[in-house]
């Protein structure tokens, strides 16, 4: 994949494109900035963003015939917002209504407007307060137009005086213009209003710049059809088609920012709650009223996918500026960017729950896991982030723990644990594998693990490595229907290896339920948790609530279930690049309620008893295996189990000598203080016992000999461990771990 391929990650997002209410406002007033001052009750900050936009705010907030309104999403839901009554009160309320007196220097040209309606007016203001020399010429005896009929003579003509206060032109009224050519100005505005001279110029005219085939001349406003308000945006555009004219003579230069743009569909996809009832808007503005009209305004755009992910909370930043970050990470320019998004993309969950939200499907998972496949093939991917993870895929595929079981020659089925069923607890791989037994003898067994941790870590080839283990064993084996446990190892095989036939235990047990099972749940109520990795076998979902009404369970579910299933905070293993995040995360999970939740993911299961909340596996349940408040093994104790169930399912081997437990070579005494930190970074009592073994052997180790303990160091993998311990009588007492990534020299030689 080339860097440039990561930008188009977000082409379909939209997130930042105007509003509906704004794409078909004719002034492009910024809905959104505006409505946000009038919730705060920032009025007179609200008025003068809404002048900018509108030239003469008191005559468009009333003769607006509000288009926003015509196409607000709250139409939908129940009354479209009342922008109308918004912008009077602005008006209305507005302690500053002070026009802004430009100082800028006097420009030489000449411009002549014919006609002082709305858009003359709007044009002639514009370009006098840039300090053209500028002349409006009408043939009536007041300005206004179409105003006469709209509005009262005094409300307009006070606006008109009000808004030209600090801005110098010429105002000639009674005379009508028979010829363009007897005005003696370098460029000409013609706004002749509904029905008024167009000289002839109206064919062929740039309906962007709004030019004229005649050199030097312009037109527009309700003379081409424009509404009230359209012919203000005439004015106001024309103004920037003849500032261009006057510096480089081109009369079709389209206006930028006068571009019109179309509504974008997406926008009524995104299903929203809304707060704040609609009341009344009818008679004059009261401020408390307005401020609660303006707060049913949903200043309209799209954080589907932030409002699901914990990553782009935490690092409060959206798709677009993520891939911008993780563009300049692939690819730091020396000096100038670094590799910012470094952290962030070894922060990701890999739930997929933005894709899933996006209307645009803009997949952050897959962008974020390439990004991680880029710099592991750099070899700039931080190595520590991932290597607890790689070592300990290592150990559940290593002689201590890889176990096949197999009855006959050729199986019918093979259950595939996953590497950390066993390891939460062996019972739960004991139980299943005899109930599938019972249902087919010819049921054979491969506990080891799926690859995902290469996978996560951006390492292709070790990942392959795994699963063509996998797929040789399944060969040897006829080709059975994998019974998969894991919902992770369920997506990993759906990904990497769809040769391979899977179904979900879960789908088998729903099948085959044993009356047994009935009556368990005493009619209580339980909350599913469905691990994100789930979110697309609704089957696989189905069957965990079909079982659980087996067994006796009402289902209250969680907010975000389903195809909406949020991570517990383990996917991805994140722990070494973000710990606090993972703290964050599991705390919000286990908020929701105060039910015990069930879940068929042993990490989710043992992710939320760990910060103590109350969580069974299905497997628990169904067999009795564990109660729900039931302690969640720490890190070393979960190879221990690893070994323990290998030991249980092939105990010939142990008999016949085979080398399945390693021996603990030293009695180490670890307070419950030291183990919670250890397993908070990532540390293993074997990884303690290598470097005191080291510190014994080789004399490396400092002595405080106020204290009696010893120090020393030993770097295994990408992490150096350091150790503070005493020695007793019958072993060594652990003082204090820590670890990091460093490279530390000595003699000369550097150790990493
Ligand atoms: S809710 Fe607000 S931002 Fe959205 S379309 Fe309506 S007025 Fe515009
Ligand atoms: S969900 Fe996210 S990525 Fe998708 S359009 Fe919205 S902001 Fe953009
Ligand atoms: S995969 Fe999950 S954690 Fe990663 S960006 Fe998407 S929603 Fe966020």
Not at 308 to 330: E, H, W
Not at 379 to 406: I, K
Not at 460 to 489: F, S, Y
Not at 613 to 627: N, P, R, Y
Request: glycine letters at 8%; one cysteine or more.
């Amino acid at each position: 994949m080339e860097i440039d391929d990561f930008k188009r990650y977000t082409d379909g997002c939209f997130r930042g494109t105007f509003p509906p209410c704004m794409c078909e406002c004719p002034l492009g007033v910024d809905i959104r900035s505006f409505i946000d001052k009038v919730q705060k009750g920032n009025f007179t900050t609200a008025y003068r963003l809404y002048r900018n936009q509108v030239l003469f705010p008191r005559i468009v907030s009333m003769i607006c015939n509000q288009p926003c309104k015509a196409i607000c999403i709250r139409k939908a839901i129940d009354a479209p917002v009342d922008m109308q009554y918004i912008e009077r009160a602005c008006v209305e309320f507005s302690r500053d209504k002070e026009p802004i007196d430009y100082n800028v220097p006097k420009k030489n040209h000449s411009i002549a407007v014919i006609g002082a309606g709305l858009s003359g007016m709007a044009c002639a203001l514009k370009l006098a307060s840039r300090r053209y020399d500028v002349t409006v010429y009408e043939r009536r005896d007041a300005p206004g137009g179409m105003l006469s009929g709209l509005l009262p003579k005094d409300v307009y003509l006070s606006e008109f005086e009000h808004e030209f206060k600090y801005v110098s032109y010429n105002l000639v009224l009674s005379k009508e213009i028979a010829d363009v050519s007897e005005l003696q100005a370098d460029v000409v505005y013609v706004a002749t209003g509904v029905g008024g001279n167009d000289f002839g110029l109206r064919k062929e005219m740039n309906q962007n710049s709004l030019g004229t085939k005649k050199e030097g001349v312009f037109l527009g406003g309700s003379l081409i059809g424009a509404t009230p308000v359209e012919a203000i945006e005439h004015g106001a555009r024309v103004s920037q088609s003849i500032e261009k004219y006057v510096k480089v003579g081109l009369m079709d230069g389209v206006p930028e920012t006068y571009e019109k743009h179309t509504v974008n569909e997406n926008y009524f996809r995104l299903s929203v709650t809304p707060d704040f009832p609609k009341e009344s808007t009818q008679g004059e503005p009261d401020r408390d009223k307005v401020i609660a009209e303006a707060k049913r305004c949903l200043k309209c755009d799209c954080a589907r996918c932030r409002d699901g992910c914990d990553l782009m909370q935490s690092f409060n930043k959206y798709p677009q500026r993520i891939t911008v970050d993780v563009v300049a990470t692939l690819h730091p320019i020396e000096q100038l960017t670094k590799r910012v998004a470094s952290r962030l993309l070894n922060t990701c969950n890999q739930c997929g729950l933005c894709k899933e939200m996006c209307p645009e499907d803009v997949d952050m998972e897959d962008c974020l896991l390439q990004a991680r496949r880029y710099l592991f093939k750099d070899g700039v991917l931080p190595a520590a982030f991932h290597d607890f993870w790689l070592r300990d895929m290592e150990f559940a595929n290593s002689e201590q723990a890889y176990t096949l079981v197999q009855p006959g020659k050729n199986s019918r089925y093979l259950f595939f644990p996953g590497c950390q069923l066993g390891a939460s607890d062996p019972n739960y791989v004991l139980n299943a594998y005899a109930f599938l037994k019972k249902i087919c003898d010819n049921t054979s067994l491969l506990a080891g693990c799926c690859g995902v941790p290469a996978d996560w870590a951006g390492d292709e080839m070790l990942r392959d490595k795994v699963q063509n283990n996998i797929l040789h064993e399944w060969h040897n084996l006829g080709e059975p229907v994998m019974i998969m446990a894991c919902p992770t190892c369920l997506k990993t095989f759906a990904r990497y290896l769809p040769q391979i036939e899977t179904v979900s235990l879960y789908d088998i047990m729903v099948k085959h339920a044993l009356p047994q099972w009935k009556g368990k749940g005493g009619g209580n109520t339980v909350s599913v948790y469905d691990p994100c990795s789930s979110r697309y076998d609704s089957v696989m979902q189905r069957s965990i609530r079909k079982l659980l009404h087996w067994v006796g369970y009402e289902i209250e579910e969680l907010s975000c279930h389903g195809k909406e299933a949020q991570c517990c905070s383990f996917g991805g293993h994140i722990h070494a690049a973000n710990p606090g995040q993972v703290r964050k995360i599991t705390a919000k999970r286990i908020m929701e309620n105060d039910n015990l939740y069930v879940t068929y993911c042993s990490n989710c299961r043992d992710t939320f008893a760990a910060a103590g909340k109350e969580c069974s596996h299905i497997l628990d349940i169904v067999f009795g295996t564990g109660s729900p408040g039931h302690c969640a093994p720490d890190l070393s104790q979960r190879r221990r189990n690893r070994v323990e169930l290998k030991n249980k399912l092939l105990p010939k081997a142990v008999k016949e000598g085979g080398k399945v437990i390693k021996e603990e070579i030293i009695s180490l005494n670890i307070s419950p203080g030291l183990k919670k930190k250890m397993n908070e970074h990532l540390i293993l009592e074997e990884d303690i016992y290598a470097v005191i073994e080291h510190c014994e052997k080789t004399g490396n180790k400092l002595i405080n000999r106020d204290t009696g303990e010893f120090t020393g160091h030993l770097c295994q993998g990408a992490v150096t461990f350091w150790v503070t311990y005493t020695e007793e009588e019958t072993g060594y007492m652990l003082k204090n771990v820590y670890s990091h990534r460093m490279k530390i020299k000595e003699n000369g030689n550097e150790r990493s």
